[in-house]
């Protein structure tokens, strides 16, 4: 199950940011566990220190990436970085069996970006040797 939501007070921004919106509902067993999900706060204060360290491990690999330019979250699960190549390295990213999402004019970014939702600790060996090939691949381009 996944859930979201983000509020900005510029409307235009989030277009950006999103680019058109799909409404997908959620089912009521979905909407149950995301109750009881944000409702169990040692759960909820545990489950977001992971995810921002994982965020921060993350944003620290892709700092170290020429031709790469992140642009750190602090407070999600996952990391933007522009960058002109972006299929080649979501290419890469795909041969390691890593999702990441390429952005682009349709997203009302440009040059492209990439949308890289953060490994967990266990999964941070993958995404190195991954995040090696690409840096690899930038720099003999």
Not at 6 to 28: I, M, P, T, V
Not at 80 to 107: K, N
Request: aromatic residues 8%.
């Amino acid at each position: 199950m996944r859930a979201g939501i983000a509020w900005c007070a510029d409307h235009e921004r989030l277009k950006r940011l999103f680019g058109q919106q799909e409404n997908w509902g959620l089912s009521g067993v979905d909407v149950h566990a995301a109750c009881a999900a944000v409702r169990d706060f040692h759960w909820s204060t545990h489950s977001r220190a992971w995810m921002h360290a994982d965020s921060a491990w993350l944003a620290q690999q892709l700092s170290g990436i020429a031709a790469v330019e992140p642009r750190c979250n602090t407070n999600v699960h996952f990391q933007y970085a522009f960058c002109e190549r972006s299929d080649d390295v979501a290419g890469v990213f795909q041969r390691h069996g890593i999702g990441v999402r390429v952005l682009g004019t349709a997203h009302g970014v440009h040059p492209d970006a990439l949308r890289i939702v953060a490994p967990r600790v266990d999964e941070r060996e993958r995404f190195a040797v991954a995040i090696a090939e690409v840096a690899d691949q930038l720099a003999g381009a």
